[in-house]
């Protein structure tokens, strides 16, 4: 009976360990949102599905971290996130950002103009997908195309 306690009490330990290192591994994302934002939320849902570890912080003034942070006023939407050094604004898909953090372009961040339906936080019931680009942005204000979606 001891011995089977060890071996269990030694399962439980590795497999808290595992969750400690999965956890830690990955990638952390400060989002920046108004208190009544349901999108926002949806669209931190969607990051946390795709193995982000997102911390929301409810803001007042939204204008605020997007100036701090260098959004261009054409991408300023509904969130603004900091991932990896990076800026997202907007419903960027998850898969976009991992790209983002693979690649390790050489701006300041990637952004969704608009809200469009269809997008990570968007989801309409009909399954409408509404074409969009997901714009890089300097902090210069040069901004280039990062993908394109439908």
Do not use: N
């Not at 269990?8 to 990638?27: I, R, Y």
Request: hydrophobic share 45%; aromatic share 6%; glycine share 12%.
């Amino acid at each position: 009976m001891r011995a089977a306690f060890a071996v269990g009490g030694l399962m439980l330990a590795g497999a808290v360990a595992a969750v400690a290192a999965q956890q830690a591994s990955k990638p952390a994302v400060t989002l920046y949102k108004s208190a009544s934002c349901g999108c926002c939320s949806l669209w931190a849902d969607h990051m946390t599905a795709a193995g982000f570890d997102v911390k929301t912080i409810v803001v007042e003034d939204l204008g605020t971290p997007k100036v701090a942070y260098g959004v261009p006023e054409a991408l300023m939407t509904c969130h603004t996130a900091l991932v990896g050094g990076y800026v997202v604004e907007g419903h960027v898909p998850a898969d976009d950002v991992k790209r983002l953090l693979r690649e390790k372009p050489q701006v300041a961040g990637i952004g969704v103009a608009g809200m469009p339906a269809g997008s990570p936080g968007m989801e309409v019931p009909s399954g409408h997908l509404e074409p969009y680009t997901v714009v890089a942005f300097e902090r210069s204000g040069r901004q280039t195309p990062f993908a394109r979606h439908p």
